[in-house]
Each structure stands twice: as C-alpha cells, then as structure tokens.
C-alpha cells in the first residue's frame, strides 16, 4: 500500500507516519507527509498512491474544497481530523472512511482493513461522486447514475439524462464508497439497483437486466442469485 | 414616518388655537341678579350698599331704596367696599314652591373682618366681633354656614342686611364676596364631594409621587423620575391649599391668605418642575443650562407677580419643547406632546368654570401619559438588558467552546502523543502551556474584562504551544503596556490564533507586537504580526465577530477595529472611545 499523508502540523504528522508503519508493517510500499495540498499535487503528478490521509483543515481553510478534489482522484481518502462533526458530510463526499484525533492503532487498522474490503458496513455513504471535467470538477449526485462501467483503470459513469462522465477510481474503489443500492452485477458493471426495470432470461440460463431507460447491461451468472435477492 | 409625524403635530395645534378661540367667544357670561330662591343653590349678587352703620339699617321695613347699588358677583365692586364700617342689604323672594321640609342656609366668603348677619331684622349670626376702632375689632372666619329658622323661612319677601366692621384689612385689596342661600343638604353635599376629590387626587399624586422615588432610588437614577416625583409632592401640597381656601370652614382670614400665598408660591415650584421634567425626560441637549435659565425665569416672575403669563409661558414652552422632541423622533415625546395638550385643555375647561380642579385633572392627565410612557421605556430597557445578559452567556459560551474546541484540543493531544515518544523532556513543558491557557480560560470565562497581563500569559501559552505544533518559534512582545489595563477576555488571543492560523507556514517563525498609545479620543491597541498579509486570508471570519461582540458589551459604541496590511505584515486596530461615536464597526 502506497500512502501520503497531508497534514500541516509537523508533530501530528510524524504521529500518523509512525503509527500507520506500525500498524501496516509489510504491507507498507511507501508513506510520504506533504504539509499542504500544493505540495501534495506536485508529488502526485509523478507518483501513484494508493491511501490519501487527509487533515481537513490545512492552515485553516475550508476543508470540502481540498477534499472535492481529492475524492475525484484515483486513490481512496481517509479524512484524519479533530473535527467529528464534519464526518457526515465527508462521508457523502465519498470519503473511504473518516478518523477522528488523536489516532488509535485499532482505528487506524479498521480503516485498512475497509481498504482492503474486509468490512463493508453495508455499502458506502457516498451521495456525491465528484469528477474532473474540463480541468475542473463536477459533483454528481448518485441518485442520478443509471450504472457505471469499468474501463480499464478508469470508470465510466452513465447519467440518467445521459450524460456521461469519466473517473479516475477503479470500479473497485468507487464499489467501497457507494451506497448498497449500487450493485456490482458484472466484472465490469455497477448499477443503480432503483433504475433497474426488471432481468431478463435471454435462456440457456443467461440473464440480462434491462434498465428504466430500455438500456440492457449483462448480469453475471454468479451475481445473478444474490441479485435477485437483493431487488426482492 | 416625518410626514404623519408633521401631520399630528399640524392636528394638535390647530385643535388647541380651535380651543382657545371657543373659550374666548364663551368668556362674557350675563351677570346675574338672582333675588328669587326656587331652590338648588343660589348666589346673592345685587345688594345695595351704604358705608357707616345705623340702629335701625337692619330691620325688616327700612328704606334702603337711596343707598347705592353693588353687584358683588363683578370682582371689580368689591374695591368699593374700601370702609371701615358698612351695610350690605338686599331682597330675597323665597318661592311657595319651597318644600317645608329643607333646612334653608346662607353660605358666606370673605366678609372682612368681622360681620353680623340679619334676617329679616333679627341676628342670626356674629362673625368676630364688630367694632369702631381697630383695637377693639376681632377677625372672624373666612367662610361659614348659617342656618335659617323654620320660622323665619316662609315663602314670601325676606331682607339679609350685613353690618361688616373691616379695619385690619382696609387698606388690602380685598377678596371676592360671596353670599348664596341654598338647601343646608346642598351646601354639604358640595363640600363633601369636594372634599372626595381632594383626597382621591391627592391619593393618585402620592401613588406617583412614591412609584416615581422608588423608581429614581432603585432603577437607574434618572434625574426625571426624581422631578416628576416633586412635581407630584408639590401638587399635593396644592391640592390640600386650594381645598383650603375653597371650603375648608372655621378658616381665619389671616390663615386663609397665607394660604393663597402658598398656593401662588406652589404655581410656580409646580411649573418649575413640570417644564423641567418635560426638558430632563426628552433628554433635551444642554439641559442643565436650560435648567439654569428656567430656575432664573421662575424666580424672576416669582418677584414681579408675573403668575399669569409665567403659567402660560410654561405650558406653551413644554408644548414646544415636546413638539421638537416629537419632530426628531425623541422616545416619549409623542405621549409627553398628548399629555401637554390634554393637560392645556382640561385647565382651560377648569379655568372657564366648566370643569371643577380641571387644572388637576389635567396634571393627572399629564402625568398618566408620562407614566405610560416610561412603563413603554422601562419594558424596553429591560429587554434591552435581557438581550445584553443573553449576550454575555452567549459570548461565556463562546469563550469556553474555544477553549474546548476539539480541533485545538485533538490537535495539540497528539501532539503530545507524538512528543512523548520524540522527545519526552519537552512533553512536560508542552503540558505546562496547555494548562497555563486552560487556567486563565476558566478564570476569565465568567467575566467582563480582564487584566491584560492575563491576556498576554493567555498569548504566550498558546504561540508556545502551536510552535511545537507547528515546529516554529512564535514571540510577542507588548509596548507601553502596564498590565492592569482592563480588556475583554481572550480578545487578542483570538487574533493571535487568527494570525497563526492564516498568516503563517510551516517552520516559519512569527513576531506578535501589541501596542498600547494614549491618544485624546481615549486608547488605540495595534496589535501587529509579521505573517504574509493577504487580504483573503483575513476576512473577518468567526473568530472576528466574537471580538467584535465582545467590544461592543464593555464598551457599546465607542470602539473601532481596523484591520489591514503594513509593511512586512499584517494590523489589527482597536480604538476604545472615552465617549460613544457611532455604532462600533469593523473595517
């Protein structure tokens, strides 16, 4: 796990390094600190992480700012920060998991192990997927995703209105943070189970799902089970 | 709102100068000649008058038809009766409609000094004893009821003839002369009701009187409140004179004038302070030297026996002086002005006789609207304070969440932690710093203001704290500072939080300079930083609106604050008046 901690105050940070080698110890790659998001951009632009740990309020400005960008990126975040009350809010930003100082080795293992997708706490509580577009960032509401195909590193999201939108997280990262009703039906599909019509059986116990829309997606014979559940 | 206020004030005065005018063209009342007695009460105002005094001027059959005639109800003929010794006689027809069952009675005023009173030739009353030379001349009373024997009272023509002896009051102007035959029940009736109203007006002047004392001494020392409170004493006074030299019986004549005296002398300490409340209750600019000239008029009227126009310059003055008040939209002037003009009109109708104690009532008048007045005023100085008390918890509050807000508290926690593992001799010194600002917090947090010296360890402990935090050294130095200035609590330590906050990076280092200068229009505290001063970075966030509260409760509107960029860093300007400016403000 690649992790970069941004935190403007040296002590915490120094904490956060420590106990996050503690706790990881192999499954640490690498962990760098950057004291301000401008620094963190230039490390970005030529390395790749996995984990941001992010401090909401970096030299006192307002956090939802920072975090709009972050969330759009390929990487999880993890919000680290004094600030409990701003946790909801974080989380409907799509946050992976929000750490409120100071920081506990049990805490901090609990938000590894939501990484790794050993807990999953029925779905995520994203309500918002922000996304760069056009060198700045939109915010979508989820409620507003037909479905989302993974394309390569990238996710491609369809809009009800149809639009469409590319984001930087693997289908796997965007499953972590998304709500339950947001169903992977394939290796390469997620959908909104609200906009799904009704299955189809295309026969020799094939199954598609056929959207509000009239849009059809391919449902995987080993999802086809637990789906069926689920929308019952 | 100016022109409805304009139109009012239009109406009021055309409705008083209307009143005036009505009260003028009623003035010139028919005199009469009431010789014929029905009933009810009736005054004797033609007589016929001879000066000196004959046996025989009292009987029944004498011949007055050569003396000369007198009407006693023209206040001017009573300046004829300047004799020592003189007859009055006159006819009085008593009505066969008369019931025989009412005692009938004679009601007199002001027969000076001593008189004998005849009813058809025979005595039915001495008043003092009537004599030729002044020595031998007793005084009697000022007024006095005599009863007419049943026998004597027969429907029919009937003579009153009045021997008055007058050596001890010759030479002074003389008072009016009243003489009226009535139902001895009427005459009583009349006085009791008098006397009923004495004391119910009395009673309301004392109740407001005692509210208006209880109010000065336990409120807020208003000198209005103390002025109404004498106005309401004086008129007491008067009220119990003017009681006095109207009905009260078995009254000297030398009583019944210092009486009047008093009652002249109370006019004016009356006027005195109602014109004077009307000045101090509408908080009039430069009152005390209007005070001053109004003490210097009163007592230059007093002595030239001005009463007259004195008393209509004091109503017309307090009229203009509410008016004005009004016109600027002063509190109270509007109940002030209504109260003026009920109180002008209702002694107008008392004066013309339409009204009895008319003047009272319009005192009363006056004085309820001021009361309704300041009722209004003290409701809304009470919510005004209510607010402020509010205010103040609220701001308490503010000041202890500050101190607990986690992001202060979290942050510096582990930072602890991770000092205790990096380098543990330091943590004890990190904890001292904490405890420091925690310990002047709880000490400060119920109060106004506190010693700046207390604010300065408040500073110290927290750029201690966040240059561990943020790996930096933080200095502040004070200049011209004595220590025991008094400023609101953790005032500058929310612009020191502010200045670290925004102003300054990672390991850099930071200077905090306060700055105390007398100037003439009261201190000016400069509280300077060297941070990078950029303007958005100092956008007058949370923390600047809990200074600015907190300078408005200790010192309502006589502060400023200024913030801007210096050269090398960055100002907060704090100007503490010793007089209110304007409403304080930031900028």
């Known amino acids: 796990m690649k992790i970069m901690v941004v935190e403007d105050e040296e002590l915490i940070a120094e904490r956060i390094v420590r106990m996050c080698k503690h706790t990881l110890n192999s499954r640490l790659l690498s962990i760098v600190t950057r004291f301000s998001l401008e620094e963190a951009d230039i490390y970005l632009e030529s390395y790749t992480i996995d984990v941001l740990l992010l401090d909401l309020n970096l030299n006192g400005k307002d956090g939802f700012e920072l975090l709009e960008r972050a969330v759009a990126s390929s990487f999880h975040t993890i919000i680290i920060s004094a600030n409990t009350d701003q946790a909801v809010r974080a989380f409907e930003y799509g946050v992976l998991d929000f750490i409120g100082k100071p920081l506990s080795h049990a805490r901090l293992e609990k938000a590894f192990n939501k990484y790794d997708g050993l807990i999953h706490e029925g779905g995520g509580k994203a309500r918002y997927v922000s996304v760069k577009k056009n060198g700045g960032l939109i915010l979508l509401n989820v409620n507003d995703i037909n479905y989302i195909k993974g394309c390569g590193v990238y996710t491609d999201i369809h809009m009800q209105d149809g639009r469409n939108a590319l984001h930087d997280k693997s289908l796997n990262r965007l499953e972590a943070i998304l709500p339950q009703y947001f169903f992977r039906v394939h290796k390469s599909y997620i959908v909104n189970l609200q906009r799904v019509k009704e299955i189809k059986n295309c026969g020799d116990n094939k199954h598609e799902l056929i959207l509000l829309n009239g849009e059809s997606l391919p449902l995987s014979r080993a999802k086809y089970k637990s789906i069926k559940h689920n929308m019952l | ?587």
């Open chain 2, 1 to 587: 709102m100016n022109r409805y206020r304009w139109l009012i004030l239009r109406f009021f005065f055309l409705l008083l100068l209307g009143v005036t005018f009505a009260f003028a063209e009623a003035y010139e009342e028919p005199v009469k000649h009431a010789t014929e007695y029905s009933g009810g009460l009736s005054s004797l105002s033609t007589w016929r008058y001879h000066s000196q005094n004959e046996a025989l001027w009292n009987a029944k059959a004498f011949d007055d038809s050569q003396w000369k005639n007198l009407d006693i109800s023209d206040d001017e003929n009573t300046l004829m009766l300047n004799a020592d010794h003189y007859y009055l006689r006159t006819k009085v027809i008593l009505s066969d409609s008369l019931s025989q069952n009412q005692l009938l009675s004679l009601k007199f005023e002001n027969l000076r000094s001593a008189s004998q009173l005849y009813w058809d030739g025979r005595k039915l009353f001495d008043n003092g004893v009537i004599a030729d030379a002044h020595k031998n001349e007793v005084e009697g009373s000022v007024r006095g009821i005599i009863n007419i024997p049943e026998s004597l009272s027969q429907p029919g023509e009937h003579i009153v003839a009045i021997e008055i002896s007058n050596h001890k009051y010759r030479s002074l102007p003389n008072e009016p002369i009243v003489i009226q035959i009535g139902e001895y029940d009427e005459f009583a009736k009349k006085e009791i009701w008098a006397s009923n109203i004495k004391y119910f007006i009395a009673g309301v002047f004392l109740a407001v009187s005692v509210f208006n004392l209880v109010f000065f001494f336990s409120y807020n020392r208003k000198p209005a409140f103390l002025f109404l409170s004498i106005y309401c004493l004086v008129n007491i006074f008067k009220v119990y004179l003017v009681y006095t030299v109207n009905y009260t019986e078995e009254l000297s004549i030398s009583q019944y004038d210092s009486s009047q005296t008093l009652m002249h002398t109370s006019a004016y300490v009356g006027n005195f302070f109602m014109l004077a409340f009307v000045l101090l209750t509408l908080s009039v600019p430069r009152v005390n030297i209007y005070l001053i000239s109004l003490l210097a008029f009163t007592v230059f009227a007093y002595f030239v026996e001005f009463k007259g126009g004195y008393l209509v310059a004091i109503a017309l003055l307090s009229l203009i002086v509410s008016a004005i008040a009004f016109w600027r939209g002063r509190v109270g002037a509007g109940l002030s002005l209504v109260g003026l003009l009920g109180y002008v009109l209702l002694t107008l109708l008392g004066n013309r006789q339409w009204l009895e104690y008319g003047y009272f009532f319009g005192i009363l008048f006056f004085i309820a609207c001021m009361t309704l007045s300041f009722g209004i005023q003290v409701i809304r100085q009470n919510n005004t304070y209510r607010e402020a008390v509010l205010r103040s918890s609220r701001l308490e509050n503010e000041l202890l969440k500050k101190n607990i807000q986690p992001h202060f508290i979290m942050n510096s926690l582990m930072s602890l932690q991770e000092l205790l593992v990096k380098k543990p001799n330091e943590a004890g010194d990190f904890i001292d710093a904490l405890a420091a600002e925690f310990s002047v917090f709880s000490q400060s947090a119920g109060k106004k203001l506190i010693n700046i010296k207390d604010e300065l360890t408040l500073c110290d402990a927290h750029l201690k704290i966040m240059g561990w935090r943020k790996n930096s050294g933080f200095s502040l130095q004070s200049v011209g500072i004595d220590g025991d200035e008094k400023i609101p609590p953790a005032v500058f330590h929310t612009l020191v939080e502010n200045g670290i906050t925004h102003g300054y990076k990672r390991r850099q280092h930071g200077k905090f300079v306060l700055t105390k200068e007398i100037h003439d229009f009261g201190v000016r505290y400069t509280f300077f930083n060297d941070s990078e001063s950029l303007k958005d970075n100092h956008d007058g966030g949370m923390g600047l609106k809990y200074v600015e509260s907190r300078l408005q409760e200790s010192y309502p509107e006589r502060w400023t604050m200024r913030s801007f960029s210096v050269n090398g860093g960055w100002t907060v300007e704090i100007d503490i008046h010793d007089k209110p400016i304007r409403k304080g403000s930031y900028s």
